[in-house]
């Protein structure tokens, strides 16, 4: 009992935080290489280790897509899909069942490629059964029990978009370009966005 009293304290403390802003611009950075082989097979690794499996790789398109992935929780610790110190999607992702899907673009620039990330993210949504019995609450979870508003339907999953993750975007992208040794100075990030 204790115990229990103490997760949900600290539930309660880490979800008084604030929602995090949903970016405006796309996670990129410029990548000055010509060469997109290394870049690629960084990109593969540090998806995998962040346990966004690819789905669909499409080297002619330049993109990269993740299955989607259902995101960790606090006994997880070894699973990196979430930052850590993002209180408030930790919290997301405990108290519903969210899912992360990860899109990696390589855009062809004048000097080397453009690296974009999107993390999208979705929380599950279905119909409430009703549940009126001891035993029924076996079945709740099937479909093969009508809806609260008595209608018997089976049971529909969906994925609402609750929009992007931000922390995750800037997390890969570090990653990408430090597994990939690609270093991006300051002044050329600068003389990029004035052009």
Known sequence: MPLLVLAVLLLAVQSGCEKPTQPDQVTASPVYSEELEPLWDATLSVLQKCEFIPQR?????????SKPTTSRQYGEFWRQDVVPTDSYSMAEANLQTVQRQATVRFVK???GWQL?????????SMPESQVTTASSAIQAFSGALPTTEGQMVKARKQWVPLGRDAAMEERLLDR?????????PAEAIEADLQE
């Open 109 to 111: 620039a004048q000097q």
């Open 176 to 184: 990408i370009l430090s597994t990939a040794g690609q270093y991006v």
């Open 57 to 65: 790789q499409d080297r002619a398109m330049g993109i990269i897509v």
């Open 116 to 124: 974009e990330v999107q993390v999208d993210v979705f929380r599950l």
